[in-house]
């Protein structure tokens, strides 16, 4: 979707972090913006600053794991602005790192009922109304690197992110032959307030007694120098400019960092180590390709090399 001005962009957790910097892109490149985001005051915020800047825009207080404002919340944007175009499925959560089984059910439901059900909410109110309209649009759901390769302690955030890429990837494809994109954003290290604001939409009734906050970089091992992080994090509003680069472009997975290109090679390449190395059926592995089966998915094909990104 290159042309942005003049169309409308519906950012879930748009008022802070990640959905700001991406708010703030969106704006600068034309368009009018539907902010949503379950803090009504941060929303208030938000939206007299865009409104300075001249953007047009309308807040919404969104909890994206209630249905029924997720629906009430596309018709008021469709009420103000008429069309949605681009999808920012952003709002998610994270918790504090522990091995798999140290987690709690309070930590399970809290993390699936934001990043991936919230994320599933928010295609299944809006993507029909997009494919109704019947113009140009790009769906974009936030998965995080943790989406791509994983490190210790991270288990659970890891788990859903890696949902959300595998739902982007096959939004992509089964929207093949609309005039509707869909990517996989996986940020890495964002200068945003993930914890904090986990710790503040957390329901009461899925709260673990005592627990600290969020956040923070993992626990190291003994000997291990500590990296100096002020190098390694990326402000908001790059990371937004990142995003609209990715859209325009139509990007399948739109990245931020790549100094973690090496490592996400090795997981791919581990994987395809993993296949026997019997001799395969070449005229059965072509006609399972042609049928769509999934030996081979032509959607991954569609990613192009994505050049430096100029500051």
Known sequence: MENLQGKTAFITGGASGIGLGIAKAAGKAGMKLVIADIRQSVVDETVKYFEGEGVPVLGLQLDITDRESFVRAADSAEARFGNIHLLVNNAGIGVNGKPLWGYTYKDIDFMVSVNITGILNGIVTIVPRMLAHGEEGHVLSTASMNGLA???????????????????????????????????????????????????????????????????????????????????????????????????????????????????????????????????????????KAFGHQVYNPVYDTQKQVPPFEK
């Open 150 to 288: 994983v490190f210790a302690g991270t288990g659970l955030y890891s788990a859903t992110k890696q949902a959300v890429v595998g739902m982007m990837e096959t939004l992509a494809d089964d929207l093949c032959g609309t005039k509707i994109g869909a990517s996989a954003f996986c940020p890495g290290p964002i200068m945003t307030n993930l914890g904090q604001t986990t710790d503040e939409v957390r329901p009461e009734a899925l709260r673990n007694e005592g627990e600290r906050k969020p956040g923070g970089p993992p626990p190291l091992k003994p000997g291990v120098k500590i990296p100096d992080f002020g190098k390694f994090m990326m402000t908001i509003e790059e990371c937004g400019e990142r995003v609209i680069r990715g859209v325009r472009r139509g990007d399948l997975y739109i990245t931020t960092h790549a100094i973690f290109r090496e490592g996400v090679r090795a997981r791919a390449e581990a994987m395809v180590r993993a296949f026997p190395l019997d001799p395969v059926d070449q005229e059965l592995f072509e006609d399972l």
